[in-house]
Every structure is written in C-alpha cells, then in structure tokens.
C-alpha cells in the first residue's frame, strides 16, 4: 500500500513545521519505526551533532523515537534532512537505497 510523502523546503525542523510531522505521526501504528537518513549532511564535520538535535527535535516536539540509519527496509516513516538534496541524491542514486524509498 503506498505511503505518505511529505515534501519540505528549508526549515524542516523548525517550530512552524511542528504540526505538520505531529499530523503525518499520528497516522503511524504504534511502535512505528522511524528513520533519520543523515545523507544530506553526513559530508559535514558537526553531522552527529544535527543528528543528535534532530533526534530531539523529533522525541521532544512530535513525539518520535526515531534512529539514525541508513537502511529504511520495514521504516514506516523515513526524514530525510537537512542539508544538500543534491548530494543526498547524487548519493542515492548510486546505492541500493533509492530502490527501498521507492
């Protein structure tokens, strides 16, 4: 059955964006796993500290546990973000991944 996807531009994990991902969690079955691709940033040198506040922002302010990881298989809910789409896609594109967003 084919899922949600919810496209954001900048300012993802900003307060104006709370009710959007609380919206989208409360369709999600309890004990849904969630997943943080840290693609689009993981070139960065400060890439476990946005993990790290993105964890937060996510169990704090919508209620998710989500993990970092880059296997989605089985995710019922998959952020992706922040940083640069290009070089997340660009990275995707050549990896089993883009198979499993699909």
Same mark, same amino acid.
């Given at each position: 059955?084919?899922? %949600? %996807?919810?496209l954001m *531009?900048?300012?993802? !994990?900003s307060p104006t964006m709370v009710e959007i991902h @609380?919206?989208?969690? @409360? *369709? %999600? @079955?309890?004990g849904a796993r969630a997943v943080l691709l840290d693609t689009p940033y993981a070139f960065q040198e400060n890439a476990a500290d946005i993990s790290a506040r993105a @964890?937060?922002?996510f169990a704090r302010s919508v209620g998710l546990d989500v993990t970092v990881a880059s296997d989605v298989t089985g995710a019922d809910w998959v952020?992706? *973000?922040p940083g640069?789409? !290009?070089?997340? %896609?660009d990275r995707? !594109?050549?990896s089993p991944l883009?198979?499993?967003l699909r």
């Open positions: 059955m084919p899922g %949600l %996807l919810v *531009g900048s300012g993802e !994990t @609380r919206s989208v969690a @409360r *369709g %999600l @079955r309890a @964890r937060q922002y952020f992706s *973000g640069s789409p !290009t070089y997340a %896609l995707w !594109t050549r883009a198979g499993d």
